[in-house]
Structure formats: structure tokens, C-alpha cells
């Protein structure tokens, strides 16, 4: 007969020896943003909270791609260093999130990459160079904040922000990071967090199960658990006008910014999958009434543009564009809310006729300072 | 309310730990009122129906119990049957009739305006109407004697592991452990703690995941390829089986824990060599109550070869419509009732020409049972199909369209293959040793590595999402 602690050991030896083994075939098995490799891309930041690792390099891939990833010396996925600016150079930086630094496609198939080929083409006499400054995960706030503390000393002509229309409750909690000009500093408890925070994401293991804590709380949350839908309700709750409102003021800090340094600037809206995929809407429409709410498909975009409207700078959004081709359902990938290739060259087009059709891609070439008047600029709806 | 809900894991801790300290009576009592609030958390509305079965039924069968004229004994059966029958054709199946009505009036282009009723299927109708009709037949076969007491009826008809997606217990089986003091073993508890660990494995590992891997091959605006139907059929068989098989295990389970044993619903029925062995593998509850009260009624096969192959036809074509109010269920059970009537003429063949599959593990076995299993899946695509012309799309793209493309490996084999291998490894020991508790008979470190691989599985890889049981509106 064993007695209790043997048993007890002998369950604690198998389940630590199960957790090493399914570890080791996470790890081996990657394609996941969980695995360390992956993790890797990121570092610790007190200013924006987190950052693209400098020099960081890995392959990301999942059943659906399979790509290389390169983040150059000064912490953006380019796979060219960003060194002083020649004379007949045009720089024009996107700030945006996963959406921009697409890391579903390579590099040269990002709408940025693609714009910077079709800006060189309809102009030879410069060199146009589109910095591709999106950060996974990033909100209007961190996309400030980066700005000011990285991008600006890429000395562009003009500042791009790709603004993902779903990411407004994200924002709700971060007017403070833009008044500390940087992520508020830690306290003990934020310490213990922060600690925590490392040790999960240092396994595979411990980050599915902090995923299924995340589920677990979510089941005692708003009727519409995720919070980006909120975005879209009929009704939305007040956290969407809290997060706009912070969204508008870090836009605002761009904008002041980008001016001061002699920077056109401008803001793209940036739709959704189910703005354009209508089975995708179907289903989330369904998902949304179950849980007692309406989604209207377009209002995020509504949302911003209302938001970003008092700021008076240029705006443009993509959707139109995107709801204007044929098969839609190809313009982003089906297990995830990113471009494809096909995605990302239609923005690209997009966004470079914004650019010529606004003057925009004309004053940057000419050189000329920055103008604060938008209204020309901007494709009502 | 569904066992994978978080509801459940709320209700169940505080239904057992008051349970655990009542006396007998009292357990019964307060079973009775958990149940119902089990069944008003899904829709308190149709509450009034089950309720109204129990007493019906109840007084039923107590008027036929002390009636001795036969003519009033048939009357009290022919009033319980038309309630429950009409109870379970109006939510069941009004819908389809109308539909399928107006549809074949519209062939002969007569318009018919019929009556637009969205009636709701109330869950668990078909369970335990079908265990109140085998009662009060019971009695009126005299097999068994009705209960006197009325709350003990009541917990038979509402017991909440059964309630929503059976098994469909019989009387003899139930009534006695409500009737009589329950005592709980060490083993029971042992045993249930397994089977409701097993069962959350086959819901929420292997049946929830293979749903949502193999949900875009049966969508009808896609276009699959053959190789992607056929997997994805296959796949679907053992979506089914971890659904409702690991329902009657968590139901089983939870019983044991309060000391009430179920009748074991599946037996490793992917493991048999012929349809009629399937039939006693799969889903033994509801395929033995059709034999007794279907079956056997027709005749059964005492009146000759043609007429028990009707009574096959008939028995399982009325099987499938039990299953859901839909054409596909009815050609399954059709297809289900051929399977019956071809596995009598190949006996009959064999018969004759002295054919026979030794016993044990032996290729020929081995091979009958692969066979068996497309058999088996054929009815899985009709099943699964949202309408009978789609199921002919899917299986003609098996047979015209066999492309192989990488992609199916890694979006498709692969990922069924992860779910499916480690159930079956652990699966085909337990058919090894005859039960689904085999496992509890291993050596100590093996027992706790297959506790903790289940317990890794179902956390980091389950579908917590809390979908729904196949079985649930049946």
C-alpha cells in the first residue's frame, strides 16, 4: 500500500513530466504567437509599454503562411536600416498594429512596401521610402507614443496612421500613459504582475492556460465578451466613448507632433474582416443577437471617423475600396483578421490614390510645410 | 442547462453537497426540485409539458394497474400514448409536416397558405416521452408494477443526468434505486469521478474540436475536395460518438456519485464487424426500447423472411425520424433499416456456404470492422448533411473530385488525426477489457499519466466555448 505523499509525489512527478512533454511539442510544432520564438520579437519598454525587438529575426508560420520576419536596427520590420535621410528622399512612416506590420504576408507584399513601389513608380524624380512602423498589438495611444520616442527620428515627410476602426474600449484605460508620456510607472503590484506577465509568456504551456483564466473571466463580463465587437453595437457601452475620446486626444498628440517636426499627416481608417466578408459578418451578427446585442457593420468605422473628425487632418478610409472588389472573402485570411497579398495590394492602390488625388503625395514631393486644413482631403461618405 | 456549461459546474457541486447530508426522502424531494430548475434554466415555459407527462402518465398507469376490464385498460394506454405521441408530434415535428406539405402541394402547383407556427422544440421531449410511453406499457403488459408514490415518478421522469439526452431509462431499472435508500460506494465514487473526466474528454476534446475542424467541409457554399468529405466524414463519426457517448458517460457518471447506476448507453460501437452488432453497440437504450416497443409489436421476425425485413424498414425509418424532423434523419433510419436487411442476406449466404469470422483478434475481423466502419460513415454523411440533395453533392465529390493537396494534411489530417489517435488509443484498450472503466485497473503510475494527459488535454486543448450536445433537441 503507498501511503498519501508517495502518491501525491508520483502525481506531482507525472504531471510535471506531461507539462515538459507537451511544452517541448508546442515549442517543436510552433506556428502560434505563444511560442517564445515568436515572443522573442518583443521587448520591454518603458515608454510604450512593449516594442519590436531590434534585430530580431524568426519565421513565423501557421497552416495558412509561413513568413520571415526581420526587424531591422532601429525596431521596425523592415529588412533595410533607416540611416539619415538624402536629399531627394521622401519618407513617409506608417504607424498602425498587426494590420500593418502584417506578418501574415513578406515583407514586400505589405501594403507599405507595395505603396513605396507604386510612389517610386508614378515619381522617379524621388526616392520615396514608406517606413512600415505598425507593432503588433499597438492602439492609437501606443502608436503615439511610439511616434514620439522612435518614429519621429526617422525624419518623415509624412506621418501615416493606419487606425484599426475595433480597437476603441482597448484605448479606454491609456489616458494616462499619454499624459506620463509613457506607460505610468509600476507600483509593487505591477511589479508582481509584470513578473508574472514574463513567466507566462515563457511557456506555451502557461500561456494556454492563462488564455482559458481570460475565457473564464469573460463569462462574467459584458453580454459581447470581446470587447473590439463592443465597437459595433447598436448600443455600445460607455467604454467605446472613453476609448474614442483617448483614441481623438493620442491622435491629436500625433498630429501635434508630426506638425511641430514639419510633417504632413494624415489617418487611414483601417476596416475589419467582417466589414467586407459577408459570411463572417453573418456569424458574428448571430453570435452578437445571441448574447442580446445588434452588430451594425459599419458603425467602428462611423465610430472614428466621428472621433478623428474635430481634428480637422486629412482621412481617408480603405473600406470602399475593399467593398468594391469581387470576391471578397480573399482580401483577408480565414483563421485570421489580416490582409492577404491580395489585401494588402488593394490598400495599397487605395492609398496611393489618396495620396495623389488629395495633393498629399504632390506637397510631400514639393517639400512644402505642413497644412492643417483637411477638409479637401477627406472621402465623405 | 448542458453539463459543459459553467452553469452546471456551479449547479452540481451544490446540488451533491445538500444531497450528501438529506435523508432518503428528502434527497428524492429535493432531486425532484433540482431537476426542474436543471430544465427551467434551459426555457422555464416548457416546464408545464414535463410536468403534465408525469402526471398523466402517473395516473395512467395507477388506472390500468387497478383496472382489470381490458377494454378500460386500453383506453388508459390509448390516452397515455395519444398525449405523449401528440405532445412530441406537435413540437416535434409540426414544423416539418407543414413544410413538407405545402412543398409537395407546390409540385402539383396548388398554393397552399399553411399555418406559420415557429414552434420551439422543447430539449429532451423525445428522451423522456419515450421512457414515460415504455412505463405505462409496462404496466399495461403487466411487467412491471406501477409506483404508488408520486414524487418517486416524478424524479424517474426528471432526473436531470438522463433528463435532457437520456439514456431512456426503463422503469425496472430507475424506479427501484429512487424507491429504496441509495448507499455510495467507495467504487461508485472512483468510478463516476472517471466517467465524468472521460466524458468531458470525448465532449470537449475530441467532439467539439473535430466540429469546428470539419464545419467547413459540410458548409454548403464551399466546395471540398473528395479527400476532405471522405476525412471529414470520418472525423464526423467520432464527433458523434465523443458527443453523445461522452454525454451518457458524464451522465453516469454524476449518477454514480449520488449512488444511482445508468444503463451503459455505447459499447465501442466503431469496433463491431456487422450492422446488427452495431445497433447493439450504439446507442443501447433507445435501439433496445425500439426493438421492445416497436419491433417487437410489428411481429419482429416470427412471420417469416419478408415481413422481418419490413418490420426492420419500418422500425429503423421511424427510428431516424425520432432523431430530428428532417428528411436526411429519415433516410438514415431507412438506410440504417437496409443495413439490418442486408446483413440478414449475407448471414443467409454465409449460412450456406459455411462462411464465418473466427473469434478474437484476427485480420478477417480486422477487416469487416474497417468495413463496417464506412458502412457506418455512410450513414454519418446523411446524418451530417444539411439536406438528402447535399449529401448526394458530398458523396459524389468523394468518387469525382479525389484531390490531394497539402493543405488538406495540415489544415485537415493532421489536426483530426491529433484529436482522434490518443481517444483511440485509450478507447481500444477499454473495448480490450470489455469497459469504459477498464482504465482503473492499471498500475498506479499508468493510471495517473492517462489522469493527467486527460486532464492536459481537455485544459489546453478543449473547447470551453460550451457548445452544444448533438443529442441536446433530439
Not at chain 1, 471578397?328 to 490582409?339: A, K, S, T
Not at chain 2, 458548409?219 to 453523445?244: H, K, M, N
Not at chain 2, 454519418?380 to 490531394?404: E, H, N, Q, W, Y
Not at chain 2, 483511440?424 to 477489457?433: E, G, I, P, S
Request: charged content about 15%; hydrophobic content about 50%.
Amino acid at each position: 500500500m503507498i501511503s498519501w505523499p508517495s502518491r501525491l509525489l508520483l502525481a506531482a512527478a507525472i504531471l510535471a513530466g506531461q507539462f515538459g512533454l507537451i511544452e517541448a511539442g508546442l515549442r517543436l510544432e510552433g506556428g502560434s504567437e505563444a511560442t517564445p520564438a515568436f515572443q522573442a520579437l518583443f521587448l520591454q519598454d518603458p515608454q510604450t509599454g512593449y516594442r519590436l525587438k531590434p534585430g530580431a529575426h524568426t519565421r513565423y508560420t501557421t497552416v495558412e503562411f509561413s513568413t520571415e520576419i526581420a526587424i531591422n536596427a532601429q525596431g521596425v520590420r523592415d529588412d533595410r536600416d533607416i540611416g539619415p535621410k538624402a536629399p531627394n528622399e521622401r519618407r513617409i512612416v506608417i504607424l498602425g498594429d498587426s494590420l500593418t506590420m502584417a506578418l501574415q504576408v513578406s515583407v514586400d507584399r505589405t501594403f507599405s512596401a507595395l505603396l513605396e513601389q507604386r510612389l517610386n513608380a508614378a515619381d522617379p524624380s524621388h526616392q520615396w521610402r514608406v517606413i512600415n512602423a505598425g507593432v503588433q498589438g499597438y492602439g492609437a495611444v501606443q502608436e503615439a507614443l511610439f511616434y514620439r520616442h522612435v518614429a519621429a527620428a526617422f525624419q518623415p515627410d509624412l506621418v501615416l496612421v493606419a487606425s484599426s476602426v475595433v480597437n476603441a474600449p482597448l484605448e479606454a484605460g491609456k489616458q494616462s500613459w499619454l499624459d506620463a508620456d509613457g506607460q505610468p510607472a509600476a507600483d509593487a503590484g505591477d511589479r508582481a504582475s509584470t513578473l508574472a506577465r514574463r513567466i507566462v509568456r515563457s511557456s506555451m504551456v502557461l500561456q494556454l492556460v492563462n488564455l482559458r483564466y481570460t475565457e473564464f473571466k469573460a463569462h462574467f463580463q459584458a453580454p459581447v465578451k470581446e470587447l473590439p465587437l463592443a465597437t459595433y453595437l447598436s448600443d455600445p457601452p460607455p467604454v467605446v466613448d472613453s476609448g474614442l475620446s483617448v483614441a481623438h486626444n493620442a491622435m491629436a498628440a500625433i498630429a501635434s507632433k508630426a506638425a511641430a517636426d514639419g510633417a504632413k499627416f494624415a489617418i487611414l481608417l483601417m476596416p475589419t474582416r467582417f466589414q467586407t466578408d459577408d459570411a463572417d459578418f453573418g456569424r458574428l451578427a448571430k453570435t452578437v443577437r445571441e448574447a442580446g446585442g445588434t452588430l451594425e457593420r459599419n458603425a467602428g468605422t462611423e465610430r472614428f471617423r466621428r472621433a478623428y473628425a474635430s481634428l480637422g487632418v486629412p482621412m481617408f478610409d480603405v473600406l470602399p475600396a475593399l467593398e468594391a472588389q469581387p470576391h471578397r472573402e480573399d482580401l483577408f485570411f480565414q483563421q485570421n483578421v489580416h490582409f492577404t497579398e491580395r489585401g494588402h495590394a488593394v490598400a495599397a492602390d487605395a492609398i496611393f490614390g489618396f495620396l495623389k488625388t488629395s495633393g498629399l503625395m504632390a506637397e510631400v514631393a514639393a517639400g512644402r510645410p505642413a497644412s492643417p486644413l483637411a477638409d479637401r482631403h477627406t472621402n465623405a461618405r | 442547462m448542458v453539463f459543459n456549461s459553467l452553469h452546471f459546474l456551479a449547479f452540481f457541486p451544490i446540488v451533491y453537497a445538500i444531497y450528501r447530508v438529506l435523508p432518503h426522502r428528502a434527497q428524492n424531494v429535493f432531486l425532484v426540485g433540482a431537476s426542474y430548475y436543471f430544465y427551467a434554466a434551459w426555457d422555464w415555459r416548457f416546464l408545464g409539458l414535463l410536468i403534465g407527462s408525469t402526471i398523466v402518465d402517473y395516473s395512467m398507469a395507477r388506472y390500468i394497474a387497478r383496472t382489470e376490464e381490458p377494454r378500460r385498460r386500453r383506453m388508459a394506454l390509448i390516452v397515455s400514448l395519444v398525449y405523449n405521441l401528440g405532445v412530441l408530434g406537435f413540437f416535434k415535428y409540426f414544423n416539418f409536416f407543414e413544410g413538407s406539405l405545402a412543398h409537395v402541394f407546390g409540385w402539383f402547383g396548388w398554393h397552399v397558405d399553411v399555418i406559420t407556427l415557429h414552434v420551439i422544440l422543447p430539449m429532451g421531449i423525445s428522451f423522456y416521452t419515450f421512457m414515460t410511453i415504455s412505463y405505462v406499457i409496462d404496466v399495461y403488459r403487466r411487467e412491471i408494477e406501477p409506483t404508488t408514490n408520486f414524487l418517486d415518478f416524478a424524479l424517474f421522469v426528471c432526473y436531470f443526468p438522463h433528463l435532457v439526452a437520456g439514456p431512456v431509462l426503463r422503469a425496472n431499472l430507475l424506479l427501484p434505486q429512487i424507491k429504496n435508500p441509495r448507499v455510495i460506494t467507495r467504487e461508485q465514487i472512483v468510478e463516476g469521478l472517471w466517467l465524468i473526466g472521460w466524458g468531458y474528454f470525448q465532449k470537449m476534446y475530441v467532439a467539439d474540436n473535430l466540429s469546428r475542424l470539419i464545419e467547413p467541409v459540410f458548409d454548403p457554399a464551399l466546395s471540398p475536395t473528395g479527400i476532405e468529405v471522405l476525412v471529414g466524414v470520418w472525423a464526423f463519426a467520432f464527433q458523434g460518438y465523443g458527443d453523445f457517448a461522452g454525454y451518457s458517460n458524464i451522465a453516469r457518471g454524476v449518477s454514480k456519485l449520488m449512488g444511482i447506476e445508468l444503463n451503459v448507453n455505447f459499447l465501442f460501437p466503431y469496433l463491431v464487424v456487422s450492422p446488427r452488432d452495431f445497433w447493439r453497440h450504439w446507442h443501447i437504450s433507445l435501439s433496445t426500447w425500439l426493438r421492445d416497443y416497436l419491433y417487437f409489436p410489428l411481429g419482429g421476425s416470427r412471420h417469416g423472411e419478408l415481413k422481418t425485413e419490413r418490420n426492420l424498414m419500418m422500425t429503423m425509418t421511424l427510428g431516424g425520424l425520432w432523431h430530428g424532423a428532417g428528411w436526411p434523419y429519415i433516410l438514415w433510419g431507412a438506410y440504417q433499416g437496409f443495413t439490418l436487411v442486408a446483413n440478414r442476406w449475407v448471414d443467409m449466404v454465409a449460412k450456406r456456404f459455411r462462411w464465418s469470422v473466427p473469434a478474437g483478434l484476427n485480420w478477417q475481423r480486422i477487416l469487416l470492422g474497417l468495413f463496417m466502419f464506412q458502412v457506418t460513415c455512410v450513414g454519418m454523411l446523411i446524418f451530417r448533411a444539411v439536406s438528402v440533395p447535399d449529401a448526394g453533392r458530398l458523396a459524389k465529390i468523394i468518387f469525382t473530385d479525389f484531390r490531394f493537396a497539402s493543405k488538406t494534411v495540415e489544415s485537415l489530417i493532421i489536426p483530426v488525426a491529433l484529436i482522434v489517435v490518443p481517444f483511440l488509443v485509450v478507447h481500444v484498450y477499454q473495448a480490450w477489457k470489455g469497459t469504459e472503466l477498464a482504465p482503473l485497473g492499471l498500475p498506479r503510475p499508468a493510471r495517473y499519466a492517462l489522469f493527467g494527459a486527460v486532464f492536459y488535454l481537455i485544459l489546453l486543448f478543449g473547447d470551453f466555448q460550451g457548445a452544444q450536445f448533438i443529442y441536446f433537441q433530439f
